[in-house]
């Protein structure tokens, strides 16, 4: 790997952590303030939406400007929304301003790996990626449910410039959120510790032009009708939005089906972790770029699985459902990212194309998060949640591979 490689995937590991931990207090703190639990889901939606209303502009960004700088600047934005966030500032709204931050964070980061990894190696990079990402996410959960126990009364007022508005915030999570921001004062460092590490460079102008929807919804439909960057796209796209609506389902599903605190039900999404870690480094081990799309029927598992995962009421049952169902998103999802990176480079640039990645992945999570709490808001059962799910995405894996065979044919 080239040299400052590791220190991406340290400032990624780090800002990853602070981001998990954030909405694992983000969802206590709604339940402190007295919000309904359909709530909960829309703090995601909010944090994903800056994801498809930028997607025109973050990808020209990441390729106009330094990317490690840009990574270290959209780090502070996140500590800034957090502080924003115990000065009273709605839940919605900062956690809409952190989403922003990751919104054009995310074409720097991934990038940077593209343009610094030769194709061989670009599966293995992705995987070594996907573990700290998964990783930020394991550790992540399991920190915020821990910090969900360690509780201090805590009252702060803030007036805004020009003093018209007094906000009042009373929360438990004080010392919580101090060290989200302290994690994100570590990313900060870190992203300024990356020295140069691309072998092809891309820097382009960022003109006029180049940040209209014109010219992204063209490198939209350009990666799409690639035969193997639209499959690779379909596929992200489709688990990625299955994937936002399981961690907040399997959240539901410990507290209402297996009766466990909210802290407890954090140590259970970690599991869902835990297996991506080993389905991604399965995946680094079996599958290159050329044979990614043999990982497809790994899907049609997963689309059983959470129907069955809602009927379990038996924890020691559940513990091996949600690990499995780990390893399936891992399998899944590091090759086909491999994919994507590689074709997107090559038809489009590295910024643009993981723009693209976001917005769709991420339209696909508010359409799904949506729907979700519309589910919540209706009080539909979660069997009947999850059974949506799975028929969703079994329906979509079997669009695609008729998709397939028609493109052999």
Same mark, same amino acid.
């Given at each position: ?159 805004? $410039?020009? %003093?018209? /508005?007094? #906000?009042? +915030?009373? &929360?438990?999570?004080? @010392?919580?959120?101090? !060290? ?46 690639? $035969?193997? %960057?639209? /499959?690779? #796209?379909? +596929?992200? &796209?489709?688990?990625? @939005?299955?994937?936002? !609506? ?164």
């Amino acid at each position: 790997m080239p040299k400052g490689f590791y220190a991406l995937i340290a400032a990624q590991f780090a800002s990853g952590l602070a981001d998990n931990v954030l909405m694992i207090l983000g969802v206590f703190f709604l339940q402190e303030q007295g919000y309904p639990v359909w709530w909960a889901p829309l703090l995601k939606f909010s944090f994903n939406l800056a994801y498809v209303l930028l997607a025109s502009v973050v990808g020209p960004i990441a390729d106009a400007v330094p990317k490690g700088a840009l990574m270290a600047a959209m780090n502070a934005l996140k500590l800034t929304s957090v502080l924003l966030l115990l000065l009273g500032v709605h839940p919605l709204l900062a956690f809409a301003l952190t989403g922003l931050a990751a919104a054009v964070y995310a074409p720097a980061k991934y990038g940077m790996v593209t343009e610094s990894v030769g194709a061989s190696w670009l599966v293995k990079a992705n995987a070594w990626l996907e573990v700290s990402v998964v990783m930020s996410v394991l550790l992540g959960i399991a920190l915020g449910g821990w910090l969900i126990g360690v509780r201090h009364d805590f009252q702060i007022k803030g007036i805004f $410039p020009g %003093g018209n /508005v007094d #906000l009042t +915030v009373q &929360t438990q999570a004080l @010392g919580a959120f101090g !060290v989200v921001m302290v994690i994100y004062g570590v990313s900060i460092l870190l992203n300024s510790c990356i020295g140069p590490m691309a072998l092809h460079k891309v820097h382009s102008r960022l003109t006029r032009s180049a940040l209209t929807w014109h010219s992204f919804w063209t490198c939209n439909l350009k990666l799409w009708r690639d $035969p193997l %960057g639209g /499959v690779s #796209l379909y +596929v992200t &796209t489709l688990f990625w @939005g299955t994937g936002a !609506v399981l961690q907040f389902a399997v959240l539901l599903w410990a507290q209402s089906e297996m009766g466990l605190t909210l802290q407890e039900g954090a140590y259970l999404q970690a599991l869902v972790a835990v297996g991506v870690v080993l389905g991604a480094f399965l995946s680094a081990r079996v599958f290159k770029i050329f044979n990614a799309r043999r990982v497809l029927p790994w899907g049609f598992l997963l689309a059983f699985l959470m129907p069955a995962m809602a009927l379990t009421k038996i924890l020691w049952v559940a513990v091996p459902m949600l690990i499995l169902a780990g390893v399936i998103g891992g399998v899944l999802l590091v090759p086909m990212n491999a994919l994507l990176q590689h074709r997107g480079a090559k038809i489009l640039s590295s910024g643009r194309s993981i723009a693209v990645q976001g917005f769709n992945e991420n339209l696909s999570v508010l359409l799904m998060l949506g729907a979700y709490s519309a589910m919540l808001a209706l009080g539909l059962s979660l069997l009947a949640m999850m059974v949506a799910l799975g028929l969703l995405l079994l329906g979509g894996l079997l669009l695609l591979f008729l998709r397939m065979q028609r493109g052999r044919r």
